[in-house]
Nanobody
């Protein structure tokens, strides 16, 4: 059974950093395109970063480019999202998901999410 589990969320002050983890079971992370999404209250879930299978090419939306970094550790079967220079508008529930048709495609299986709150 395929399962993704996010962790690493929490409360952080503006300007701070967090690293989110997405640990997979039932799949191998370097054999899947995996994306990070976030959903703030009242907003739709939106993709913010993706790492492609095998080559590990990375993609970001403009709002996080230069601040967030997606990576993976094949030995731990985990994909990370390093988030720096966090701002209150980054407050959201963050999810990771498999994107079977590539980073430009839709997501399929996703985790339960982890809450990130940026507040003074």
């Amino acid at each position: 059974q395929v399962q993704l589990v996010e962790s690493g969320g929490g409360l952080v002050q503006p300007g701070g950093s967090l690293r989110l983890s997405c640990t997979a079971a039932g799949v191998t992370v370097d054999d899947e395109h995996i994306g990070w999404y976030r959903q703030a209250p009242g907003n739709e879930r939106a993709g913010i970063a993706c790492i492609s299978r095998i080559e590990g090419r990375t993609y970001y939306v403009d709002s996080v480019k230069g601040r967030f970094s997606i990576s993976r550790d094949n030995a731990k079967n985990t994909v990370y999202l390093q988030m720096n220079s966090l701002q209150p508008e980054d407050t959201a529930v963050y999810y990771c998901a498999i994107k079977p048709r590539g980073c430009a495609g839709r997501s399929s299986i996703r985790g339960q999410g982890t809450q990130v709150t940026v507040s003074a």
